[in-house]
């Protein structure tokens, strides 16, 4: 089966910088799949922070682009989130998607933002 481990997560104060790290394991289709990084807020939906094709493309939401950066090392199974100029609202649980065939989701690190 197909494991993610997110990692990375923690406390940072507004204005900070993270990265998180999805580790994919059990898959040998890494290299073709799609990568994820989701978030969910407190009482919020889930939603799409940003994706990166097998190829290389990217889709960012449109108010993180510029602060967030996805990319990934297919030589390590992972996928990364480089989350700069950090805000309260961005605090959320976030979570790794992988997506071949069918979707897979890690277990979720916490970000939280706060002074």
């Known amino acids: 089966q197909v494991q993610l481990v997110e990692s990375g997560g923690g406390l940072v104060q507004p204005g900070g910088s993270l990265r998180l790290s999805c580790v994919a394991s059990g898959s040998i289709f890494f290299n073709l799949a799609t990568m994820g990084w989701y978030r969910q807020g407190p009482g919020k939906q889930r939603e799409l922070v940003a994706s990166i094709r097998s190829g290389g493309n990217t889709v960012y939401t449109h108010s993180l682009k510029g602060r967030f950066t996805i990319y990934r090392d297919n030589a390590k199974n992972t996928t990364y989130l480089q989350m700069n100029s950090l805000k309260p609202e961005d605090t959320a649980v976030y979570y790794c998607?992988?997506?071949?065939?069918?979707?897979?989701w890690g277990q979720g690190t916490q970000v939280t933002v706060s002074s």
């Open positions: 998607r992988l997506n071949y065939i069918r979707e897979y």
